[in-house]
C-alpha cells in the first residue's frame, strides 16, 4: 500500500510501511538527509519537521499518518540561506557540529511563524525539546532574538 | 583542464603503507598490550621518549607532521584554492581553522576557498588523529608553512613576469602585488607556471609580518560548513548513501565480555524488508577497538532493520561481569580510598605530616560513569569490491580505522580507503572506529554489499566506551593559618588501558597527569596514591579524561580548605598556587605533559594566577549579591592551557537552581581562530554542567540502566547559562599553542558545585547534582 502526501511543497507517493516513522521515509526512501536521527523518541528534536506547519518529531509520526498533508523540512527553508533563520544563524555562527541544528531551525522556524517577538521563556518553550550536545543553545537563542527583530523591522 | 600545484591524490606515488599500527594513541596502545603488567610505568610520553628522547609535539606523533604544500595546496586556473583539511570536523570548527591558516599565510581570499576532507592516509597528511586538543597546537606552524610555501611559488613567477625582485612582490587579497609600479596578477593567471616550480626549501621560507595577516587571530573566516549545515545539505557518517546500500542494525550482547548462546530469528526475518541475519563473533579481550560481536540485521531501510532486531529472541551468556552494580562498585572504590596504596607522587613525608598535625581536614568526591551521547550516534558504511574496501564514517582517527578495518577483514592497510565525514559530535567517542569495523564485516557477511550500519541512541549509551567512574580521596593537613602542610590524594579509578590491556588495574600516567600528580600547589608535602581498581566496561577517553574527576575533587577541596580557614576562596586560592613560577613537569612525580617539551611548556603558576584575577575580576568577584545568589570559582591547567571560570548561580527557596553568567578566562596562548576558541569554551561550560547536574550511566546485573535521553539527560535550552563571556588571554604567534577543545570542562563542575555552596551552605561531593540542593 502506498501513502501520498506533499514533501516541501511537492506531491511524494511512499511505499514504506504504514507504520515506518517519517523519519525513515524522509531519509530512506527519499533521500533527504538533513533531517536528523538522534533518538528515536521525541526526546532530542533532532528530526523536528514541520507538519501542516506545526512542529512534530518526525521519528515518532507513522507514515500513516500524514496522508495527504503537507510536510517541510529543513531543505524548505531555503537552498540559498535566504531564510532570516538560516542569516542569523550564519552571523551569529551558531553551529559547532551542526548535527542537531536543522532540528533547531525547525522549531525556531515554527516558533517564529507564530511570534514575532519571543520571550526568553516563550524561547525556553519552544526550543527546549532540542538537544545540542555541542552547547550552542546561547548562540541559539542570541540567533532567534536577531532573526525575529529582522522580522518584525522589515513589515 | 585544472592546473594545480599538486596532482591529485590518485596520481600519487603509492607510499607503503606504515603496517605498525601508528598513532600516539595506537602506538602506546599496541605496546602497551604487549608489556602487560609493567604499563604503570610507560605512558604514551615515556614510549615516545624512550623511542626518540628528543621528539614532542606533533614531531612525536605517529606519521608525524607533514608540511608539504603539495600533499595540502592546489590552486585551480579559476583561481580558487583547494586545501585539504586533514582533521576531523567534529564542532571545533578544524576544518575552518586549519585551512584559514594555509589562506591566511597565502594571501588567499577566503570567498575563493574550497577545503577538501582528507581520506585516511597519514604517509600523505602526516598525523590525523583527531584528539588530545592538539590539532591546531600542533599543525598551525606546518599550516602556515604550506600556506607560506604556496604564496612564494605565486609571488616568484609573478617576480619574474615583471622583472623585478621577488622582495618586492607580496600577496593580497588573491592577487600578487608590486607595489611601486602598481602592478597586479590574480592567483589564476600564475597558478599553472607556479605549479612548475620546484617547492621552496624550508630554510627560504619567509612567514609575513603578523601586521598583514587578515584572518589568524583576527578577522573571523566564516565556517566551511556553515551554509550547507543551515540547509541541511550536509554529510555526517548516518547520512551516507552509496547505490544498492542495505541498511543494519547490530542486538549486542546486553553485558560486556557476554556471548551469543542462542538467537531465533524466525520472526525477525517475517518482518517484512528484512534480508539477512547474521552473526558477529565477539573478541576476546582486550577490547580494543574489536566489535563487541552479536547478531545484526540486515534490511532494506533502517526501520525494518530496527524492527527485525526487536523481534529477535536472543539468549546470552553475560559472561564474567554479570554481576556488575554501579552501587557496589561505588562502595569499593570507596573502601580503595580509605587504604594505603601505591604511590604515584611522593615529595616530601605526607603521612608523617598528617600523623602529626593538630588538624586536617578530608573529603571523598565521587564521579559516575559518563556517555559521550554524541548527537549522531556512531554511523559507517562499508562495500568490498574486488578485494578492496571502502568506508565511509564519522571518525576521529581515520588511520585506526584504516587498521583495524583491514585486520578484520585480513586484508593490506593499502586496500582499505577510508573517508572522514562530518561527525555529529565526537568527544572522544568516534576515536574508537568499532562501529566502523562491524560495518566492514557486515558487508563481507553480504559478499560485499555496501552497508550502512546505523547505532541507535539505546546502542550509543548502553555500548560506549565509557568515562571512567571514580573515586577521589584528598587529605590535608593544616598549619596555624589553614594552609597545608601536607596533602594526601588517593585516586581510583578503573583505568582506559584496560580497554589496551586485559587486566590492567591502575590509572597510568597519562591519566593521573591529567591534574593528580601535576597538583601545582605550593606544598611542601604532596603525595597521590594510586589503588587497584579492576574494570567491567570499556573505559574510553571523553572530552578532557582524567580531568574531569580529579580536577572537580582538587577544586571542590580547596574551596572547602578556604572555607575551613575562614578565607576568600580566590584569595585562599591564589595563595595554594604560590608565587608566580615555572614548574617544570617532570618534578611533579610524572613525565606526562600531554606530549609536550617540559622545557617550553612549563607549568606557569603566573599564567594560571592572570586566568583567575581575569575571570574573577570580569565577575565582579566580592561583590554583593540577593540571597540565593552567589559565584563560583574552579581554575585549571590541561592541555597545556589555562582556563579559570566562574559560575553565578541564583538558587530559590525550592532548591531550583538558574545559572545568569558565566565568566571564562582562558590563555590558550596565541588565538588563531577566537570565534571557535569562545565557542569551544561555552560548549565546554555547557557540556560541563550537563555532566554535573545529571551525567550517570550506572549499572545493574551487568547492565547499563540508562537508554535514552529521558533517562540519561543533557542540559536544555531553559536551563543553560543565559549568558556565557569568554575572555581570551592575548598572546603574541611565537608563544608555544595550548589546546583548545578540552581544557576548558574540568573547571566547569566544581566551580558550578562551590557556587551552589556559597550560595546554600550545601556541599555537593558526589555528581551527578540531580536534587541533592532541594534535599534537607
Redesign the interface.
Known sequence: MTISFKMNGKPVTCNSADDTPLLWVIRDELGLTGTKFGCGAALCGACTVHLDGAPVRSCQTPLASVAGKEVASIESLSSDNSHVLQKAWIAHDVPQCGYCQSGQLMSAAALLAENKNPSDSDIDNAMSGNICRCGTYPRIRAAIKSAAAELRTSK | MKNQLTSSAAEQPQLAANSVVSASRRLWLKSAASLGGLILTVGPSGLVMAADAAKFGGDAMPGGLVDNVLAFVSIGSDGIVTIVAHRS?????IRTSLPMVVADELGADWAKVKVIQADADEARYGNQDTDGSRSMRHSFRPMRHIGACARQMLETVAAARWEVPVAQVKTSNHEVIHAASGRRLGFAALAADAAKLPVPGKTSIRLKPTAELLYIGKQ?A??I???N????????G??T?VDGML?AVIARPPVFGGKLVSVDSSAALKV??VLRIVELAGSPAPAMYHPLGGVAVIAS????A?KGREALKLVWDDGANASYDSAAFRLSLQAAVRQPAKAARNQGDSMAALAASKKTLSAEYYLPHLAH?????PAATARIVNGKCEVWACVQAPQATVATVAQHLKLKDQDVTVHVT??????GRKSKPDFAVEAALLSQAMQGAPVKL?W??EDDLQHDYLHTVSMERLEAALDERGMPSAWLHRTAAPTIASTFAAGANQQQPFELGMSATNVPFAIANIRVEVPEVAAHTRIGWFRSVSNIPHAFAIQSFAAELAHAAQRDHKSYLLDLLGPARKIDPRSMGNDFNYGESPERYPVDIARMRHVIELATSKAGWGRKLAKGKALGLAVSYSFVSYVAVVIEVDINAKGELRIPMVDMAIDCGPLINP?RIR??L??????GI?LALSGEISFKQGRVEQS???QYE?????A?????RCHLVENSLEIELGGVGEPAMPPIAPALCNAIFAATGKRIRNLPIRDQISKA
Request: include cysteine.
Open positions: 570536523e567534529m564542532g571545533q570548527g573571523h566564516l565556517g560548513d556553515l551554509k549545515i543551515v540547509t541541511g545539505n550536509t554529510q555526517y548516518i547520512d548513501r541498511y517484512p524488508g531501510n533502517t526501520w525494518a530496527i551521547a554524541t548527537m549522531e550516534a562530518l561527525l555529529g559530535g565526537g568527544f546505523t541507535t541512541r570565534d565557542s569551544q561555552e560548549g565546554a561550560c555547557i557540556m550537563s535514552n535521553f529521558h543533557i542540559l536544555r535550552a531553559y543553560a547559562p543565559r549568558e556565557i
